[in-house]
T-cell receptor, first 112, second 109 residues
Framework: DGGITQSPKYLFRKEGQNVTLSCEQNLNHDAMYWYRQDPGQGLRLIYYSQIVNDFQKGDIAEGYSVSREKKESFPLTVTSAQKNPTAFYLC???????????FGSGTRLTVV | GIQVEQSPPDLILQEGANSTLRCNFSDSVNNLQWFHQNPWGQLINLFY???GTKQNGRLSATTVATERYSLLYISSSQTTDSGVYFC???????????FGEGTQLTVNP
């Protein structure tokens, strides 16, 4: 089945540590996105990429980095510069045009 | 910036009741989508509805783009309909999807 796989489902980060969240899709979608969700709130855009080797900052990019070396993969690194990283992170993809977005099942990141 | 506003923020229903959720959006928003987030966090795309009306089982959605609003109808609600419903729209200048704050729906047996 085609879809988006995010891993791990749960991740614990120590203070000062960088961690990388994985997002892989086999839908052949051109565009991929990372969103952050805090409890009881909507989703906020961190980074997005419309083609391989290109990406743009979203509304809350500070403290995060991404890469898009392959069409299928869009990993997100939460750096030590992100002071409040505890949240639910969702990856999505879209073929563009008149089609909706598909989301992965998310990664819950907790700072310990 | 673009605006996507949802109402009501919370809704509690008895099983079998009908409900209407509303989404208002600003001029720079198009390509409206509705999502359901289940209690485990999974977001499911319900409708891609830039304009007009679509139906899928007990759910239907209508977008009146000229008046900048969209409605999601849930009929004969079931406990499995519980969760958060989000509407989201794309900026006309690009492919960024902006979400509203959501409507938390609880359906009691």
């Amino acid at each position: 089945d085609g879809g988006i796989t995010q891993s791990p489902k749960y991740l614990f980060r120590k203070e000062g540590q960088n961690v990388t969240l994985s997002c892989e899709q086999n839908l052949n979608h051109d565009a991929m996105y990372w969103y952050r969700q805090d409890p009881g709130q909507g989703l906020r855009l961190i980074y997005y990429s419309q083609i391989v080797n290109d990406f743009q900052k979203g509304d809350i990019a500070e403290g995060y980095s991404v890469s898009r070396e392959k069409k299928e993969s869009f990993p997100l690194t939460v750096t030590s510069a992100q002071k409040n990283p505890t949240a639910f992170y969702l990856c999505a993809s879209s073929p563009g045009g008149r089609y909706g977005y598909t989301f992965g099942s998310g990664t819950r990141l907790t700072v310990v | 910036g673009i605006q996507v506003e949802q109402s009501p923020p919370d809704l509690i229903l008895q099983e079998g009741a009908n409900s209407t959720l509303r989404c208002n959006f600003s001029d720079s928003v198009n390509n409206l989508q509705w999502f359901h987030q289940n209690p485990w966090g999974q977001l499911i795309n319900l409708f891609y509805i830039p304009s007009g009306t679509k139906q899928n089982g007990r759910l239907s959605a209508t977008t009146v783009a000229t008046e900048r609003y969209s409605l999601l109808y849930i009929s004969s609600s079931q406990t499995t309909d519980s969760g958060v419903y989000f509407c989201a729209g794309e900026e006309t200048s690009g492919s960024r999807l902006t979400f509203g704050e959501g409507t938390q729906l609880t359906v009691n047996p």
